[in-house]
């Protein structure tokens, strides 16, 4: 059986998601960027590219060269790098296996290719284009609509982007709808990141 995954550039969230970490219940799209914590976490090749703050067009096709390469190396067949709805670079990949365990053990493993080559430059990437408070709020219920289309229906009218993870994460493998509504929604979903958790003080 072959089974098809559609491309999904600068979509930090789906490393989130796919990491199981909990989802805080506040909207989490800010309009900066943390850059010290993001050079802490990141992997040694996305931090030579994001390490001045700014990711060049010739940056993100490095980044999306190395994560396609990676996606080969570990089974699946990535296809060709084209414009996606989202006007950034991007590509599908295939996976032909003989059972359902062997296919879901080589998306993991293509998942951790995002993770490890792109995710945090597709992070700084958006941050450079980050969408007004207006837009963003424009476009939430639409990606609400879609997720809800996907199969999503629980979700409230006024749900905030860490509900929607928490949704498509707690609803368990990221579905392809629900990966279709992430690549059509994907500078809305891009600069997604975790409230930190409180701290905690004595009193």
């Known amino acids: 059986m072959t089974k098809t995954f559609p491309g999904l550039a600068g979509l930090a969230i789906l490393a989130v998601l796919l990491a199981g970490c909990a989802a805080q219940g506040t909207d989490s799209a800010h309009d900066t960027l943390d850059l010290d914590a993001l050079l802490e976490e990141t992997t040694d090749f996305q931090r030579e590219i ?3 703050g700014v990711v060049t067009a010739a940056e993100f096709e490095r980044a999306l060269l190395a994560r396609r ?3 080969a190396d570990v089974g699946a067949t990535p296809g060709d790098i084209y414009t996606g709805s989202n006007g950034e670079l991007t590509f599908d990949y295939d996976i032909t296996a003989e059972s359902d365990d062997e296919a879901l053990a080589i998306q993991r493993d293509a998942d951790a290719c995002l993770q490890d080559y792109f995710a945090d430059v597709g992070t700084v990437w958006a941050y450079q284009r980050l969408l007004s408070p207006a837009e963003r ?3 939430r219920p639409k990606a609400l609509a879609c997720l ?3 199969g999503l229906t629980e979700l409230p009218e006024e ?4 509900e929607m993870a928490a949704a498509i994460r707690d609803d368990g493998e990221i579905s392809p709808a629900e990966r279709d509504c992430l690549v059509q929604y994907g500078s809305l979903f891009a600069t997604y990141v975790e409230d930190p958790e409180p701290a905690h003080t004595d009193e």
């Open 50 to 52: 994001v390490e001045d």
């Open 159 to 162: 749900a905030t982007l860490a």
């Open 148 to 150: 809800d289309a996907a």
């Open 69 to 71: 390469e990676c996606v």
């Open 137 to 139: 709020e424009e476009m």
